[in-house]
């Protein structure tokens, strides 16, 4: 994940925000990244963090509403990294 972020810093747009978003936050007894440990990813690169669960409707709407103030915002490009949290960082 760190050296995709780096690269993705290098080739884009350093106006960019970046979302780090856990997807299916709802399959506890799968879960092999805690919602600490991607909070403290997402502080230590500067990125937003949320969890959700397409599943079960979790922030969803939180996440679509967060990008869309970006997008309207002079200047923004926001790029949104969905990970699977039953996978390791």
């Known amino acids: 994940m760190t ?5 993705v810093r ?4 350093p106006d960019m925000t970046i979302m780090l ?10 879960r ?3 919602t600490e440990e991607g909070e403290r990813f997402a502080k230590e690169n500067g990125l937003i963090f ?14 679509s509403y967060k990008s869309t103030n970006f997008q309207n ?7 949104g ?7 390791n960082l």
């Open 3 to 7: 050296r995709w972020l780096e690269e």
């Open 73 to 79: 915002e002079p200047n923004s490009l926001l790029l």
């Open 50 to 63: 949320m969890e959700t669960s397409a599943k079960t409707a979790f922030n969803v709407e939180e996440v």
């Open 81 to 87: 990294i969905f990970i699977n949290i039953s996978v």
């Open 32 to 34: 092999q990244v805690s």
């Open 10 to 13: 290098q080739n884009g747009n």
């Open 21 to 30: 978003i856990g997807n299916k936050c709802d399959l506890d007894a799968r």
